[in-house]
């Protein structure tokens, strides 16, 4: 984990990692994605402040689908447009 997280706070995580059920763990994730999916967001709102929202939300996209895809599903050239 984090270098400066001292070994016995990091055993604690790992152990109530373990005995958190399943349910929790995937509600988490989710939420952990959402944030990214928010902070990424910002970031392309502050670089391209004058993009449409179908703009922002290719770029968006494309951060996480392989360009091809991005070419086929959306007709958005993540090399040419950027990302």
């Known amino acids: ?3 400066d997280t001292p070994a016995e706070i990091e055993q604690m995580l790992i152990e ?3 005995k ?3 349910w929790r763990k995937l509600q988490q994730v989710g939420e952990l ?7 990424a967001m910002n970031d392309l709102r502050r670089r391209y ?5 179908r ?9 996480w689908l392989e360009p091809e895809l991005m070419r086929k599903a ?3 050239d993540p090399e040419k447009e950027g990302y």
């Open 33 to 39: 994605t959402e944030l990214v999916s928010q902070l």
């Open 74 to 76: 959306f007709d958005w």
């Open 55 to 63: 703009e922002l939300k290719l770029r968006l996209v494309s951060r």
């Open 49 to 53: 402040p004058q993009a449409t929202e």
């Open 20 to 22: 958190m059920p399943a």
């Open 16 to 18: 109530g990692y373990r």
């Open 1 to 3: 984990m984090a270098l």
